[in-house]
């Protein structure tokens, strides 16, 4: 049972364009929603993370979108750069088990 | 401060045998976590150790088992290795009560 669902698999950007990563959820008792980038060779490192009391939260070029009626969350990466070219993950987490759940991940390549 | 550390960076085995991963955790960090990453896929949640003892397990066999120590590292032992144990298994820390993980570089496992 895939509790939380991500697409697309992969995806391709020209440099300077937007890249939007999709994920749904089925637990309702999901309460906190981190992304994670993750480089060949390396282990996820955390990106951004929204809790679903707002509904978008942004660092810098990263964005996540929230919808909690949905069940449904997104990362826009803007301006995409080819150093963005990487692994993301989203991941979901119930309150007091501090154990994410990780999406399949999706494959960002950024063309110069 | 030091970022969580894993060892050995990679290993082969055969199968039936045994294997002991290692990782030391963040400064401070007192939760450790242990996932497993088959190519192509997202972590799977493996077990989490706090205060030296099992704190929650996914869906993995008795086969893997772990150990934390008084100064939080931990280690990841699988027993009567499979092919399909053949993944990357990663090493996460964070402290008790918070959502945010900190993942290691990871211990690349072939299973021949």
């Known amino acids: 049972q895939q509790q939380v669902k991500q697409s697309p698999q992969s995806l391709i950007v020209q440099k300077g364009g937007i890249s939007i990563i999709n994920c749904a959820y089925e637990n309702t008792a999901f309460d906190y929603f981190p992304w994670y980038q993750q480089f060949p060779g390396k282990g996820p490192a955390l990106l951004i993370a929204?809790?679903?009391?707002?509904s978008e939260k942004k660092e810098g070029r990263f964005t996540i979108s929230f919808n909690k009626s949905a069940k449904q969350f997104s990362l826009h990466i803007m301006d995409s750069q080819p150093g963005d070219s990487a692994t993301y993950f989203c991941a979901a987490s119930r309150g007091g088990s501090y154990i994410p759940t990780f999406g399949r991940g999706t494959s960002l390549i950024v063309h110069p | 401060e030091t970022g969580v550390t894993q060892s050995p960076t990679h290993l082969i085995k055969t199968r039936g045998q045994q294997v002991t991963l290692r990782c030391s955790s963040q400064s401070g960090h007192n939760t450790v976590s242990w996932y497993q990453q088959a190519l192509g896929q997202g972590p799977q949640f493996i077990f989490q150790?706090?205060?030296?003892?099992?704190?929650g397990r996914g869906n993995f066999p008795p086969r893997f088992s772990g150990l934390q120590f008084p100064n939080y590292s931990s280690e990841l032992n699988v027993n009567a290795l499979e092919l399909d144990d053949s993944a990357l298994y990663l090493c996460a820390s964070s402290l008790t009560g918070q959502d945010t993980q900190y993942f290691g570089p990871g211990t690349r496992l072939t299973v021949l």
């Open positions: 150790y706090y205060r030296e003892e099992e704190n």
């Open positions: 929204i809790r679903p009391d707002v």
